[in-house]
């Protein structure tokens, strides 16, 4: 599923929404299968994304059902990122942060430390965990030292000694434009 991943920079993407189409999801591809149901909604079953819509004529309609679809699971999957990074970074004694979900299309992340607030690109959710973690640890971080400084820097390795391989990941084959 994972083999021949296209990098064509996501937001550069003209998406069909046609059955058959791949699309992607925590860094796999799954393949589209369009239903036209009375219900709206989208579920996985192996290798293929189901979406049920109402109309399936209509791009913005099946657009935005997907859409709603993975903010919700990127709500979920990026809260457990934030937690997992408090609990990783434990001797900075981070709190929870305000989390915000919005599509951006120049960077993945922004940390806020004066509104206590996290931002989250929605289009992480589609590349791979281990990046999304990254992610949440390098903004988290950022409460404590908020410039890209040498402590930032020798704390990041510290908590995540692999966070570069996971970077270069993101860069190399999840970019945005
Ligand atoms: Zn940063």
Redesign the pocket.
């Known amino acids: 599923m994972f083999g021949n991943l296209d990098t064509t920079p996501e937001l550069l993407k003209q998406y069909e929404f046609k059955t058959g189409e791949k699309h992607k999801y925590l860094g796999d591809y799954y393949s589209l299968t369009v239903n036209e149901t009375p219900e709206t909604g989208v579920s996985i079953a192996q290798n293929r994304i189901i979406l049920n819509v109402n109309d399936s004529r209509s791009l913005k309609h099946k657009e935005f059902v997907l859409d709603m679809w993975y903010r919700e699971q990127a709500r979920d999957i990026f809260v457990d990122a934030l937690a997992q990074a408090i609990v990783k970074a434990a001797p900075y004694n981070l709190n929870v942060p305000d989390l915000k979900i919005y599509r951006l299309d120049s960077r993945w992340g922004a940390?806020s430390p004066k509104y206590k607030r996290i931002i989250l690109n929605l289009e992480l959710i589609k590349t791979p965990k281990e990046c999304i973690e990254y992610i949440a640890l390098?903004?988290m971080l950022?409460f404590t030292y908020p410039n890209?400084n040498l402590s930032f820097y020798g704390a990041l390795g510290n908590l995540m000694s692999d966070w570069k391989e996971r970077e270069d990941l993101l860069n190399r084959k999840y970019r945005l434009t």
Request: proline content about 0%.
């Open positions: 940390c390098h903004e950022h890209h």
